[in-house]
């Protein structure tokens, strides 16, 4: 049997882990001297929740290769492979992780661990993508084969609302998140190569919505694509963008989801993307 096995940088709709069979692997979320593991004991909602009251960012780390291991140990059955698709490493550690654990139960299982070299809803149609083709017949090498030559094209922009969350998690200096707020501009981040960088900064959020699908219309053209926008606790503009985006490109299918936590902690509420996808 084929398992999927993804991490909590990973955003894909609440019913996709059952309808197409992926385990989420937790990231570990912590304020002050406890540690949450991500929707196993803080939702998005208690997230949100304890900065409000706190006022400070959570610090996320990568599951350790022991709680990988013992993840694998607990939705797998020996022998079986498991295919584990993570979040880009050159920005977290989550991938390093799984490939020690890979090591560290062989004779147990076969893991096959994939960098998706990005993450948020990128990573959850890789998975769905991964389902897909195996239940179509396709092999595990196969299935990596074509996720690891469609990596590099899938495209993950972000307009936050404001820096002031990006200051506190240390992204941004507090000189220029204040130079940001006093002109109310608001940035444009885009996921290249692997990391996560500013590309742009315009000065209302409804030009940002639109530069955002204007980075993306570069990126795709009228071409196939699978849409998703992800919103970090503002559901109105995750519509909007969502509604425009539809106008726009030429889609297979359409997702409206919560951005993960992970990215959540470094860009703060407001924070709204879109995820482009290379249709299959």
Not at 253 to 274: E, K
Request: proline share 3%; aromatic share 8%; net charge neutral.
């Amino acid at each position: 049997m084929l398992k999927i096995v993804t991490d909590g940088a990973a955003d894909m709709p609440a019913e996709w882990g059952n309808e197409f069979d992926i385990d989420t692997i937790p990231i570990n979320v912590q304020f002050g001297e406890k540690t949450y593991l991500q929707f196993v004991e803080l939702d998005f909602d208690g997230f949100y929740k304890m900065v409000e009251e706190t006022k400070k960012i959570p610090k996320t780390s990568q599951p350790s290769p022991h709680q990988f291991a013992e993840f694998y140990k607990k939705i797998a059955r020996q022998g079986d492979t498991i295919l584990s698709i993570h979040v880009t490493s050159k920005l977290s550690g989550t991938y390093a992780s799984a490939v020690v654990a890979a090591d560290d139960v062989k004779d147990i299982f076969k893991v096959v661990t994939v960098d998706s070299a990005g993450g948020s809803m990128g990573l959850g149609f890789m998975c769905r993508t991964a389902r897909r083709m195996e239940r179509a017949g396709k092999t595990v090498e196969e299935i990596t084969q074509y996720i690891e030559s469609i990596r590099a094209r899938v495209q993950l922009i972000l307009t936050l609302d404001t820096l002031e969350y990006a200051r506190m998690s240390g992204r941004v200096g507090a000189f220029s998140a204040a130079l940001a707020a006093a002109l109310n501009v608001k940035p444009i981040a885009k996921l290249e190569n692997g990391t996560l960088n500013m590309v742009d900064k315009v000065r209302t959020r409804k030009a940002a919505l639109q530069r955002v699908i204007e980075m993306g219309k570069n990126a795709f053209g009228s071409e196939p694509v699978q849409l998703a926008v992800v919103h970090a606790r503002d559901l109105q503009s995750g519509q909007l963008l969502l509604e425009e985006a539809r106008k726009q490109f030429n889609t297979v299918d359409t997702v409206l989801t919560d951005l993960s936590i992970s990215l959540a902690a470094n860009f703060g509420p407001g924070t709204v993307g879109l995820v482009l996808y290379p249709a299959e």
